[in-house]
C-alpha cells in the first residue's frame, strides 16, 4: 500500500486487467502507453474503491493542454471530470464530447467502455465498445493479451 498524501490510501494491485472497448488486456500495472510514452494510469483507492484517473490531454496539434493527477487537475481550462465511486467520465466542455469514461468492474478489473483523445504526436485515439484504434489505422477487435505485469502500450 502507498499513501497518497495522506487522505487516500491507494490499492496497488500487482495484476488488473483492463477491458478496451471489446479487448481484453490481463495483468497489467493499468497504465495505457500510447506510442510509446504513459498517457493514462487508472488506479482503484482502498477508501470506497473510487477510481481515479491520471492522464495528460493533448489537442490535435500535440500541445499538452491538460494535466489530471487522481482525478485533480494540475492544469486545466477546458475539461470536466465527473465521478461517482465506481466510476469516472472526462468531458470536453468545448465539444461535450467524452475523452475517457470508465467503470470498475471488481476489485482487479477497470473497462474503459468509451474514448476519444489526441496523442502527444496529434493522433486521435478511439475506443467505442467494438473497437480501440489510433491515428485512423492501427484498430484492435476482440484482442485478449496478457501485459506480462507492465504497461498496456498501442501505437
Known sequence: MEEDSGKNRILKE?????????NVIRNTNSVLNVQGKEQIHLEIGERGDQLLLTMDVYDA?????????????SFNDRFEITT???SLKLIDRKTNEVLV?????????????????????GHLLEITPEF???GGGLTMSGCVMDGCGGAVGIG
Request: glycine share 6%; aromatic share 8%; no cysteine.
Open 14 to 22: 500487482d495484476s488488473m486487467e483492463l477491458i478496451i472497448g471489446s
Open 61 to 73: 496539434s500535440g500541445k499538452h493542454i491538460a494535466k489530471l493527477r487522481r482525478n485533480a487537475w
Open 84 to 86: 461517482s465511486p465506481s
Open 101 to 121: 469514461e470508465a467503470n470498475i468492474l471488481s476489485k482487479d478489473k477497470i473497462q474503459i467502455s468509451q474514448g476519444r483523445f489526441y496523442t502527444h504526436s
Open 132 to 134: 480501440w484504434r489510433i
